[in-house]
């Protein structure tokens, strides 16, 4: 008896692992629970067992019904919850789909790391309006009404006093007009040109600004300031250079150069064969531009500088192209995150 209970007990064990509906349960439990099942059967053959033995079987043919009750209600149960999920769509056992979060904009990331790099210098963040007028945008910065220095910059007017300003300059005037020296920010923001849009001009770009004026302020200030900002945002190993150049709002005013880092100042194609890039403009405050907001020129002195973010993010990420950032293509924004 004892190795029927057994044998059984295998049998049992084997024909669960075989549940996979609920049909085969419904076969599992008429073969083995039902009255007329196996466990019933040998219940049944109880009855011809030796007395001595009679207890001790009776006890472990309860305990194989209840085992068997067991497996039989576990295996349903697992089979529910399988056809649950089933019903849902749902397969739990296949990998995650990763949703995408998003990422800064190429233009908004280099605003954002190039003030960080100011900010930790010293300077401020500082605001102007995107709408002008003539006199923040051009008189106060020194372009004098019939001055040919306007024609550097094509300007988008929208009335004989207003205009979408051309450069992030005239926030300087606003700022130097509002607060008393020292002062020291820099103000990024949309800029606007009327310019035909090519691959190396758009209708609308972004610059950043700044400025710094003070008591005893020099141009070595203004290098080592400068000379700061490219190492710290381009590689600490590169070469710099200054070359003279003209703004009606600074003298003396000078273009800074970096060497090309792209093709290690040997010269390529970004470069234009010369080994250098040229990564801003800047120079000492002209005291024209101190008259028009009260600021002694005896007594203060200041350095501006103005950078192109498009043309730094292009250069930084070797584009050749300034519509590639504002067409929001996302095969190309996706690989600057
Ligand atoms: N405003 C100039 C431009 O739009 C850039 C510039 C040059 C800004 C020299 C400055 C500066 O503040 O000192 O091209």
Same mark, same amino acid.
């Given at each position: 008896?004892?190795?029927?209970?057994?044998?059984?007990?295998?049998?049992?064990?084997?024909?669960?692992?075989?549940?996979?509906?609920?049909?085969?349960?419904?076969?599992?439990?008429?073969?083995?629970?039902?009255?007329?099942?196996?466990?019933?059967?040998?219940?049944?053959?109880?009855?011809?067992?030796?007395?001595?033995?009679?207890?001790?079987?009776?006890?472990?043919?309860?305990?194989?019904?209840?085992?068997?009750?067991?497996?039989?209600?576990?295996?349903?149960?697992?089979?529910?919850?399988?056809?649950?999920?089933?019903?849902?769509?749902?397969?739990?056992?296949?990998?995650?789909?990763?949703?995408?979060?998003?990422?800064?904009?190429?233009?908004?990331?280099?605003?954002?790391?190039?003030?960080?790099?100011?900010?930790?210098?010293?300077?401020?963040? +500082?605001? !102007?309006?995107?709408?002008?007028?003539?006199?923040?945008?051009? #008189?106060? @910065?020194?372009?004098?009404?019939?001055? *040919?220095?306007?024609?550097?910059?094509?300007?988008?007017?929208?009335?004989?006093?207003?205009?979408?300003?051309?450069?992030?300059?005239?926030?300087?005037?606003?700022?130097?007009?509002?607060?008393?020296?020292?002062?020291?920010?820099?103000?990024?923001?949309?800029?606007?040109?009327?310019?035909?849009?090519?691959?190396?001009?758009?209708?609308?770009?972004?610059?950043?600004?700044?400025l710094f004026v003070d008591k005893g302020v020099t141009f070595a200030d203004l290098?080592?300031?400068?000379?700061?900002?490219?190492?710290?945002?381009?590689?600490?190993?590169?070469?710099?250079?200054?070359?003279?150049?003209?703004?009606?709002?600074?003298?003396?005013?000078?273009?800074?150069?970096?060497?090309?880092?792209?093709?290690? +100042?040997? !010269?390529?194609?970004?470069?234009?064969?010369?080994?250098?890039? #040229?990564? @801003?403009?800047?120079?000492?405050?002209? *005291?024209?531009?101190?008259?028009?907001?009260d600021v002694d020129p005896e007594e203060y002195s200041g350095y501006a500088f103005?950078?192109?973010?498009?043309?730094?993010?292009?250069?930084?990420?070797?584009?050749?192209?300034?519509?590639?950032?504002?067409?929001?293509?996302?095969?190309?924004?996706?690989?600057?995150?």
């Open positions: 008896m004892k190795e029927r209970i057994d044998a059984l007990l295998a049998e049992i064990r084997n024909a669960a692992e075989q549940l996979k509906d609920e049909d085969t349960a419904e076969q599992f439990r008429i073969a083995y629970l039902s009255r007329k099942g196996g466990i019933a059967q040998l219940f049944e053959d109880l009855k011809g067992v030796p007395k001595e033995v009679k207890p001790e079987m009776g006890k472990a043919l309860n305990i194989l019904r209840q085992q068997t009750q067991a497996i039989l209600d576990t295996a349903v149960e697992n089979l529910r919850q399988s056809q649950k999920s089933s019903v849902a769509g749902l397969d739990v056992t296949l990998p995650g789909r990763a949703v995408s979060r998003g990422h800064k904009h190429i233009v908004s990331a280099t605003i954002e790391e190039i003030s960080d790099i100011f900010r930790r210098m010293g300077f401020s963040i +500082a605001d !102007g309006p995107e709408i002008e007028t003539d006199y923040y945008n051009f #008189e106060a @910065l020194n372009f004098a009404a019939d001055h *040919p220095a306007r024609d550097m910059q094509d300007t988008f007017f929208l009335s004989d006093s207003h205009l979408l300003r051309t450069h992030t300059t005239p926030v300087q005037v606003r700022l130097m007009e509002q607060y008393k020296p020292p002062i020291r920010a820099i103000f990024p923001g949309k800029v606007y040109r009327n310019e035909v849009i090519s691959a190396r001009s758009h209708v609308q770009f972004h610059q950043v600004d700044g290098k080592g300031t400068l000379i700061t900002f490219a190492k710290m945002y381009y590689g600490s190993s590169l070469k710099y250079r200054f070359r003279p150049s003209y703004f009606p709002f600074t003298e003396p005013s000078a273009e800074m150069d970096i060497s090309c880092y792209l093709c290690g +100042a040997k !010269g390529c194609r970004v470069c234009k064969y010369t080994g250098w890039l #040229e990564i @801003l403009g800047c120079g000492m405050v002209d *005291p024209n531009v101190f008259s028009f907001v103005g950078i192109g973010i498009e043309r730094t993010a292009m250069l930084r990420h070797g584009l050749d192209d300034i519509r590639l950032l504002f067409e929001n293509d996302m095969r190309v924004n996706h690989q600057f995150n």
